[in-house]
């Protein structure tokens, strides 16, 4: 079974500060790795993702993300902060191929992101 | 660009009624999901299919339903709405039957009060 915990319902931080998001899983296979992002009033666009590979994974808005294994972890992070990044992030997670008939995502309960001025 | 468009944005409804949420995509692709979006549940997810009239119950089936008659629509049904379903429904649409690394594609989602 798969689960994914975001650490932190609400993060505040303020603008040019850096920004950490934090997220584990729990995966009994090797898993595929997302953030997403949701912005008011609207559905959820791919931050970045870990497939393979490299294990630090770069995404859209100067947004990276971390793979760590041995700490089950994928924390998403950016050094400075803007007032447009303020929005809802969820982690997601996803099991390999066989292990996961039809692609199942399992997302987290989500962060929400302010920004201050 | 990829396209999921979810027909309707905000619905009211009345409890006993039945309820058609319709999504399309222009993508070609074979695997579609239907999630419900809840604070501080995240999403989750309802029903998903790998391809045209193939459907797999996702973690919270119960008082839903599905039907993927064509490829590039994927309709979920409430048979009959009580206010517990009243939720953000996101409909979502992946390339490739068991590519779980595959990016998933959201629509804008659709609000349903149910009163």
């Known amino acids: 079974a798969q689960s994914v915990t975001q650490l932190g319902s609400h993060v505040s931080v303020s603008e040019g500060a850096l920004v950490l998001l934090r997220c584990n899983y729990s995966?009994?296979?090797?898993?595929?790795l997302f953030w997403y992002v949701q912005y008011p009033n609207q559905g959820l666009q791919l931050l970045l993702k870990y497939t393979t590979g490299a294990t630090l994974v770069k995404g859209i808005n100067g947004f990276e993300a971390e793979f760590k294994k041995s700490e089950t972890s994928f924390h998403l992070t950016k050094p400075s902060a803007h007032m447009s990044d303020a929005a809802e992030y969820f982690c997601a997670v996803s099991a390999r191929g066989a292990y996961n008939q039809g692609g199942k995502l399992i997302f987290g309960q989500g962060t929400e992101l302010s920004v201050k001025p | 660009d990829v396209k999921v468009t979810q027909s309707s944005r905000y619905l009211v409804k009345r409890t006993g009624e039945k309820v058609f949420l319709e999504c399309v995509q222009d993508?070609?692709?074979?695997?579609m999901f239907w999630y419900r979006q809840d604070p501080g549940l995240g999403l989750r997810l309802i029903y998903f299919s790998y391809d045209v009239k193939m459907k797999e119950k996702g973690d919270i089936p119960e008082g839903y339903s599905v039907s993927r008659e064509k490829k590039e629509r994927f309709s979920l049904i409430l048979e009959s709405a009580s206010t517990n379903q009243t939720s953000m429904y996101l409909c979502?649409?992946?390339?490739?039957?068991?590519?779980?690394?595959?990016?998933?594609?959201f629509g804008e989602g659709s609000w349903l009060t149910v009163v």
């Open positions: 995966s009994s296979v090797p898993p595929y």
């Open positions: 993508m070609d692709h074979e695997n």
């Open positions: 979502a649409s992946r390339n490739g039957a068991g590519s779980s690394g595959n990016t998933i594609y």
